[in-house]
């Protein structure tokens, strides 16, 4: 159940796993038909199937196997999207500029906040 794209036996579907309850369902389902497309036109190889848990994977072995890790965090995922040619392609350059600066200024909106955490974390020390 780590794989990002899943094939359940039990039924015809595909799992998309990587999508969360943060994802905007148009520009998400968008790009995951568009990716699908690009795909079945250009005859892109996705690779082997994976069978193994990759939670438990060394790091080497997803090295050797040319596994990407997806971006850990928001502002990791908006450099990436912003190289994306296929999104550039598909939302049009003057939504995925817009998006993906509100993108960053959410970043730089979500540091400038003190979590729980942080204050039950390091206020203890002083």
Not at 84 to 99: D, I, K
Request: glycine share 4%; charged share 25%; net charge negative.
């Amino acid at each position: 159940r780590s794989a990002m794209l899943r094939l359940p036996q039990s039924r015809f579907a595909i799992e998309n796993r990587a999508a969360d309850m943060c994802m905007n369902p148009y520009l998400g389902f968008a790009m995951m038909l568009s990716a699908s497309v690009e795909g079945l036109v250009n005859r892109l190889n996705p690779g082997p199937s994976l069978d193994e848990d990759l939670y438990v994977m060394a790091d080497a072995e997803k090295a050797e196997r040319a596994l990407t890790p997806l971006p850990r965090n928001l502002l990791e995922a908006t450099e990436t999207l912003a190289q994306s040619e296929l999104a550039r392609q598909v939302l049009g350059p003057t939504l995925l500029n817009s998006y993906l600066s509100y993108k960053v200024d959410e970043w730089e909106r979500y540091h400038q906040s003190v979590t729980d955490w942080e204050v039950k974390e390091y206020l203890r020390l002083y």
